[in-house]
T-cell receptor
């Protein structure tokens, strides 16, 4: 069965303490892996798309990487404003143009 | 730059009541989507419209209907609300086949069915 899982479920960091979030997937024919940020009471906001293993994308303190089975979102020297829930989603041959979302990782960065 | 606008933002319904959630986008996107978000389960696709005039079922369509009124608007209707439909509902849009920018989401409708 196709699955998208994320770990950890929640993560608390001190400001400046770097860490990584994980997104693991078991799908056939990956066409793209997407990272979103979601603030409380808001809709998800698009961050990155990764298409193939070995690809990396960066934006400010965030860096996303992709292997054949998982993706990592690395957060370097986080600030309190990075606190949010981070969602990953995959697009695969079985789903046409649609995505399957993971449950998210809730990140809290303490000052 | 409104993006995707959803109304209402909050709603409380009694079991058996009906309502329509409205969604409009101003980005000239072809595709629109309705998702529900429940704790610990991630976003699940209810219905989508790949282009004006077409609609298709997603992962969890039971108990819902949709209408793609025109290119801008995509509504979601609950004919007879049930407590299991208590959730946060998100509308999204995208320009297919450009996947580089993902979806643009609205800010959501928080629905409680009592």
């Amino acid at each position: 069965e196709d699955q998208v899982t994320q770990s950890p479920e929640a993560l608390r960091l001190q400001e400046g303490e770097s860490s990584s979030l994980n997104c693991s997937y078991t799908v056939s024919g990956l066409r793209g892996l997407f990272w979103y940020r979601q603030d409380p009471g808001k809709g998800p906001e698009f961050l990155f798309t990764l298409y193939s293993a070995g690809e990396e994308k960066e934006k400010e303190r965030l860096k996303a990487t992709l292997t054949k089975k998982e993706s990592f979102l690395h957060i370097t020297a986080p600030k309190p404003e990075d606190s949010a829930t981070y969602l990953c989603a995959v697009q695969a041959d079985n789903y046409g143009q649609n995505f399957v979302f993971g449950p998210g990782t809730r990140l809290s960065v303490l000052p | 730059n409104a993006g995707v606008t959803q109304t209402p933002k909050f709603q409380v319904l009694k079991t058996g009541q009906s309502m329509t959630l409205q969604c409009a986008q101003d980005m000239n996107h072809n595709s629109m989507y309705w998702y529900r978000q429940d704790p610990g389960m991630g976003l699940r696709l209810i219905y989508y419209s790949a282009s004006e005039g077409t609609t298709d079922k997603g992962e969890v369509p039971n108990g819902y209907n949709v209408s793609r009124l025109n290119k801008r608007e995509f509504s979601l209707r609950l004919e007879s609300a049930a407590p299991s439909q208590t959730s946060v509902y998100f509308c999204a849009s995208s320009e297919i086949p450009d996947r580089a920018y993902g979806y643009t989401f609205g800010s959501g409708t928080r629905l409680t069915v009592v």
